[in-house]
């Protein structure tokens, strides 16, 4: 099999942590390299005063996904990442690619913005969510018992900016296919794997 990396691009709250397990449970093992989870590693470990401070700590992280990403394509393993990619992170991932010789595909997930912005909201209320994505000031044991209070909550503008502005519409790198998750009981998973598998089939050749 050809070496991948799959890119699960798109804007927040289209459910590419969903679908990262679901492509795993059906297309084999892959290194889940998850640059949510370094960047909460790293607020965990400094904690920060400020957005300025929070920025500095999102540097570092950036600086840890690409390393990680790089040493796992050393030893050749399958590599899946999940994102709101944007150009800015495109030619550190195409460097990477073109070095180790890897097959790249993104899929990119899109939806409308009114329904993205409920799904993010809800996201960003539960619990489970690691506080530093929601507050100005974080150290590792802050607890926030009402999460409508938390400091840092996206606005609805902020986030239609972010979104209209940023280019997670539109990042791309190697095959792309581009999914409608608007409805998500309506999207077809299984068509989607079947190309994936095709894909990677005729790729091997």
Known sequence: MHKLLILLAGLPGTGKTYLSN???????????????????????????????????????AWAKYYEIMEQQMQISSNIISDYPFSQKQKTPIQQLVEEYDYKAITIRLIADLDVLFERQKKRDLDPSRHLSHIVTCYHKGDELADRTN?????????????????????????????????????????KLLEELKQFVKNAGK
């Open 150 to 190: 938390a400091d840092n909550l996206l606005t609805y503008e902020e986030f239609i900016k972010r979104c209209t502005t940023r280019g997670y519409d539109t990042f791309e790198l190697g095959k792309l296919y581009e999914v409608d998750v608007t409805d998500l009981s309506k999207v077809n998973y299984t």
């Open 22 to 60: 679901i492509i795993q449970e059906n297309l084999g093992s892959f290194y889940m390299l998850s640059q949510d989870e370094i960047k909460e590693h790293y607020c965990d470990i400094y904690g920060y005063r400020n957005l300025e401070e929070k920025r500095g700590i999102e540097s570092i």
